[in-house]
């Protein structure tokens, strides 16, 4: 019902290098939030009320900001943050201007993520590890890392799910990737056989990274 008749001929010249920027972007990206949002999570962690060094106007500043991106939709977020990827990467077309759209849009998330997932860490552990003499450094490096990394684990399973959404979504306003190939080819040419072939290949990106979490769960547990 919906074959495409141009399908074959975009494979090779639109959709593969697609593939390729669209998984550019979500690497990239994710490597960023996850790096920056799990020092997020420990320092609003550590300045929390049961924190390591409870700090009330840090945590206030912090969690408010972080609240603050969250609300934003991630369109409108992508747009309200075009000055700021002019200034960074000299453009706001192409995947580099995305890859700062949404790692600054997935930070907050992924902060959240990493304090929700330190907050289940019983606080026997913690107690138990401070009677044999430990900083508040190791504590969080050698004891609340390690417990909490299951649940860190299936925690960014989902947010990069999610920014492989977004990847698309970014697409719509001149990122590239297979976002744009959907909208352009498949939705505005009316190339419907283009457009679910494009819904088939996410699915499978995201099977095989929830597969990729799960096996990385199961392997450390």
Do not use: C, H
Not at 70 to 81: E, G, K, Q, W, Y
Not at 136 to 163: G, S
Not at 203 to 212: A, C, D, K, N, R
């Amino acid at each position: 019902m919906f074959e495409s008749t141009r399908l074959m001929d975009y494979l090779p010249t639109v959709i593969i290098p697609a593939i390729f920027d669209t998984l550019k972007m979500l690497i990239i990206s994710a490597s960023f939030t996850v790096l920056l949002g799990l020092v997020l999570g420990f320092i609003l962690f550590s300045t929390s009320e049961k924190g390591l060094q409870p700090n009330r106007s840090i945590y206030a500043v912090l969690s408010r900001g972080t609240d603050m991106i969250r609300s934003f939709p991630t369109m409108i977020l992508i747009v309200a943050l075009s000055p700021l990827t002019r200034i960074l990467v000299g453009t706001t077309i192409g995947i580099w201007p995305a890859i700062v759209s949404i790692s600054i849009g997935s930070i907050p998330f992924a902060g959240r993520m990493t304090e929700s997932a330190l907050n289940t860490v019983s606080s026997e552990v913690i107690t138990a590890a401070r009677s044999f003499g430990a900083t508040n450094k190791q504590i969080i490096t050698k004891v609340m890392l390690v417990e909490a990394l299951p649940q860190l684990i299936d925690n960014f399973t989902i947010l990069i799910i999610n920014m492989l959404n977004m990847t698309a979504m970014a697409g719509a306003i001149g990122a590239g990737g297979l976002g744009a190939v959907a909208l352009t080819y498949g939705y505005q040419l009316f190339d419907y056989g283009v457009m679910y072939f494009i819904v088939a290949l996410l699915i499978v990106l995201v099977i095989i990274i929830q597969i990729v979490g799960n096996k990385l769960k199961n392997k450390i547990q």
